[in-house]
C-alpha cells in the first residue's frame, strides 16, 4: 500500500510531497515568532523527532521579521528542516512588506476564509499568490470549518433551503469546504501558480465529517491534500481521534502530507504529535522509523512481571540507541523484537521477529529460548537475562545492518 500517485507533487524546500513520495510528516511551533530563542528551540525539538517540515506564525511584523533570523540560527545548529508560514488576515500585507521572510519560507499557507469579504477578499488573495507566484513558492490552502468563508457557507444554505429535501447542516458544510478549497485552488491556477504549487487542507475537529470531506476531495481534484484535524484533543482522546482519523484515510491512499494536531499538556512535550504521526505511518505500512518491539500483554500463565519489564527495558534501550544506529547502521529502523512471557505465543511470535525471546510462565521451565531469524540459537537463565539479552540485539544489529 502507498500514497496515491496521481496527486501533483510539491517541492516545499527539498521535501517532495504528493506524486506518489513518502507521506510527509510536519508539525507547527506554539511560541511567539518573534522570541527568536524559543522558537529556534522548538523547530529544532520537531526536527530532531523527525518532523520533515515545521510550520511557523507570521501574524504581525514582529513575527516577520524574526523569520529570517529563526532561519539563521537554525542553520547555525546544522538543522536544514523546512519552515511554512501560517498566515491569517493580513498575511498579503506581510508578504509584500518583508520580502526576506517571503523568501527564507518554503511555503505559504493561506486561510481563503481569512482574507476579507467581497471584493476585498479577492484583492487580497490575488495579491497574496501573485507573491507566491513571483517567488516561486508553493502555497497550502487551507480551509477550516471553524474559519470557513461566511459567504460560501450563506450561499450553500440558501441553496439547500429550496431543495424539496434540505440536506443536513452537515453535509452541507462539507459541500461549503470542498468548494471553497477547489474554487480557491483554481483561483490560484488562474493567478498563474502550477497544479505542482498547490496543497489543499480541508480541516474539521468531527472525525466522521473529516474522513468525508476528505473522500470527496480526493475524487473531485489531483492537487496534493495534507490531513489533519482541525483540533484533535488532549490525552489519549486525541491520540485515539487522530489515529482513526488519519488511518481510515491512509489507507485508502489518501493523503500525502500529516499532522497530529494534539493539545500537550502544560509543559508537555510538543514533539509527541510527531512522534504520533510517525507511529501512525509505521502501524499502516506506509514508512519505517523506528525498530518496533512486539510484547505480549500478560495473562494469568504470567505472573512474573520479569517480561514486562524486559520489554521496557529493551524500548528503552532503542529509543536511546536509534540516533546512532541511524548513522551507523542502515536500515536499523526496520528491525523487529519480540519480547513474549509464556509458552503459548511465545515461540512463534519469536520466531517472526528478527530476534526474540520467549520467557518462561508461571510454573514452567526456568529456561527462556532465543531466535534469530526464526530459528532456535540459545537458551537464556539466570538473574541477567535482560543484559544478555540486550547485548545479543546489539550484536544483532551490528552484524546485520552494518554499512
Known amino acids: 500500500m502507498a500514497a496515491r500517485d496521481n496527486t501533483y507533487p510539491v517541492n516545499v524546500g527539498g ?39 515545521v510550520r511557523v506564525t507570521v501574524n504581525n511584523s514582529a513575527a516577520a521579521a524574526a523569520v529570517p533570523e529563526v532561519s539563521k540560527h537554525l542553520a547555525d545548529l546544522g538543522c536544514t528542516v523546512p519552515l511554512v508560514g501560517d498566515f491569517h488576515f493580513i498575511g498579503h500585507r506581510l508578504l509584500k512588506d518583508s520580502p526576506d521572510m517571503a523568501n527564507t519560507l518554503a511555503k505559504f499557507r493561506i486561510n481563503p476564509g481569512n482574507v476579507g469579504r467581497g471584493a476585498r477578499h479577492d484583492e487580497n488573495f490575488t495579491q497574496f499568490v501573485e507573491i507566491a507566484r ?18 460560501v457557507m450563506a450561499q450553500k444554505m440558501d441553496e439547500n433551503s429550496r431543495l424539496a429535501e434540505p440536506l443536513s447542516s452537515e453535509l452541507v458544510e462539507n459541500k461549503a469546504l470542498v468548494e471553497s478549497a477547489l474554487s480557491s485552488a483554481e483561483a490560484a491556477l488562474d493567478i498563474g501558480l502550477t497544479p505542482n504549487q498547490v496543497i489543499i487542507s480541508c480541516k474539521v475537529s468531527r472525525l466522521p465529517q473529516m474522513i468525508a470531506v476528505y473522500r470527496e476531495l480526493s475524487a473531485k481534484s489531483d492537487f496534493s491534500l495534507h ?3 482541525t483540533e484533535a484533543g488532549m490525552g489519549q482522546k486525541g491520540v485515539v481521534t487522530t489515529t482513526a482519523a488519519l488511518s481510515t484515510l491512509l489507507e485508502q ?47 494469568g500463565r504470567t505472573t512474573s512481571t520479569l517480561f514486562r519489564e524486559l520489554a521496557q527495558d529493551i524500548q528503552t534501550h532503542i529509543d536511546e540507541k536509534l540516533p546512532e544506529w541511524r548513522n551507523r547502521y542502515a536500515g536499523a529502523e526496520s528491525l523487529q523484537v519480540a519480547v513474549m512471557g509464556c509458552v503459548v505465543n511465545g515461540p512463534g511470535e519469536s520466531r ?44 544483532y544489529v551490528e552484524t546485520t545492518y552494518n554499512r
Open 253 to 299: 491512499g489518501i493523503g500525502d502530507t500529516i499532522r497530529a494536531s494534539l493539545t500537550p499538556e502544560v509543559g508537555g512535550d510538543r514533539a509527541k504529535e510527531v512522534r504520533l504521526c510517525q507511529d501512525i505511518l509505521q502501524a499502516v505500512g506506509l514508512r519505517r522509523f523506528r525498530p518496533s518491539v512486539t510484547a505480549c500483554p500478560g495473562c
Open 134 to 151: 513571483d517567488m516561486g513558492k508553493p502555497v497550502r490552502i487551507g480551509v477550516n470549518a471553524g474559519s470557513l468563508d461566511p459567504d
Open 15 to 53: 521535501v517532495m510531497i504528493g506524486g506518489g513520495n513518502n507521506v510527509v510528516v510536519q508539525s507547527m511551533t506554539d511560541t511567539d515568532t518573534a522570541n527568536v530563542k524559543a522558537t529556534v528551540a522548538q523547530i529544532k525539538l520537531l526536527a530532531d523527532a523527525g518532523s520533515e517540515i
Open 352 to 395: 517472526a521477529a528478527d530476534i526474540g525471546i520467549s520467557l518462561p510462565g508461571a510454573g514452567e521451565d526456568p529456561r527462556a529460548p532465543v531466535y534469530i531469524d526464526g530459528q532456535r540459537t540459545t537458551f537464556l537463565s539466570g538473574p541477567n537475562i535482560a543484559t544478555e539479552f540486550i547485548d545479543m540485539v546489539e550484536n
Open 227 to 229: 490531513l489533519g484535524l
